[in-house]
């Protein structure tokens, strides 16, 4: 049995059932792999670029001659300096699969890298509180840490964390939090000084909310979590400050997960959405023959994630259903059920996808 959960982007590339999903999207293949991602959210940046390299490697098989495709797997060694280990089988119908393999290698000696290669000083947090001479908290112990800012906005620090601030925290235009680690940081509102957090390559800006950012040195990945409110999140860069930097907006329940080796950032829900609102709302949501629209609108206010659906097509779809208690997925599950459709996750939000009733 296959634990996709140990794969990385080469194990996904060369794997049969993988390719399979990619190229012929086979009903029960979407299945299968919408609900493990909806398991495994941290997963997907890897199957995304997985997907998009077999997809840049498809070709007919006439397409090139032999001697053509040995000699471009030859050019893409050569340029990680690398040579073959197991001699290459010059037969047609594994053509695309060399590509396939030196590609992976290509992007695997890529990866390796976008790590090894020192950050920009401007991203090093030990450089940051040097040179601004920061106030420093360090959680050294094996719980986690709970303090308050100057503003009033509160911090709780996880083990092996570091977080630091500017000596004039209370009176600079923007509340500026550097982090190396894991925090959650629960920030007073105040319209007229945003709360910026700096951690390694990516900045959370926020007005007021509660979420959790994740940037261990040696981590692959930055994560911020966003439990109320909302946060704009984007890259540190060396351009001018005049240059907007692209912003992506994350409100609860929803996860920016950023690679660092591809400076990436991808936004997926979280594997198990909390409710945002009083609980009266939520032991509410038993219906009988209850327009579609209201129950969307409903699950939409209890969990504050986006539902996108045709609501023209789906406009005569009712249903009647007992959803209080169950988790969130649950709850989608037997809506769609009800009204013979099924949803994908994209982009943080829930796309439904029927035929109407």
């Known amino acids: 049995m296959k634990d996709f959960r140990l794969y990385d982007i080469t194990d996904f590339v060369l794997d049969e059932d993988f390719i399979r999903w990619v190229q012929q999207g086979r009903p029960e293949d979407n299945q299968f792999w919408n609900n493990w991602l909806r398991h495994h959210p941290e997963k997907h940046l890897a199957v995304a670029e997985a997907r998009r390299i077999i997809d840049s490697i498809r070709m007919e098989e006439s397409a090139l001659p032999d001697f053509t495709v040995e000699q471009e797997i ?169 240059k907007k930097p692209g912003e992506i907006i994350l409100t609860p329940n929803q996860q920016l997960v950023y690679e660092k080796a591809y400076q990436k950032f991808q936004k997926v829900l979280l594997d198990n959405p909390a409710i945002i609102v009083a609980p009266p709302l939520e032991q509410a949501m038993v219906y009988e023959e209850a327009p579609l629209e209201q129950v969307f609108n409903d699950l939409s206010k209890v969990y504050g994630i986006n539902i996108v659906c045709d609501s023209e097509l789906l406009s005569r779809c009712t249903v009647t259903a007992d959803l209080k208690n169950e988790p969130f997925y649950r709850k989608l599950d037997l809506i769609c059920r009800a009204i013979g459709a099924s949803y994908e996750l994209i982009d943080g939000q829930v796309v439904i996808q029927g035929a109407g009733c």
């Open 74 to 242: 030859d050019k893409l060694l050569n340029t990680i300096g690398t040579t073959p280990v197991i001699p290459i089988q010059r037969r047609n119908s594994h053509r695309r699969w060399w590509y396939a393999a030196a590609i992976v290698v290509l992007c695997v000696s890529t990866t390796w890298y976008f790590m090894q290669r020192p950050l920009p000083k401007q991203f090093v947090y030990a450089n940051m509180v040097m040179a601004k001479q920061l106030i420093e908290h360090a959680n050294t112990s094996t719980q986690n840490e709970t303090f308050s800012l100057p503003d009033g906005s509160v911090l709780t620090l996880a083990p092996n964390s570091r977080v630091s601030y500017a000596r004039a925290f209370d009176s600079a235009r923007t509340r500026d939090v550097y982090l190396l680690g894991e925090a959650f940081f629960k920030v007073s509102k105040n319209p007229e000084r945003p709360f910026r957090v700096f951690a390694n390559e990516i900045v959370t800006k926020v007005l007021g909310t509660s979420f959790t950012v994740r940037s261990f040195d040696n981590d692959t990945t930055i994560q911020v979590i966003v439990r109320t409110g909302k946060v704009s999140v984007y890259a540190q860069s060396d351009k001018p400050a005049s």
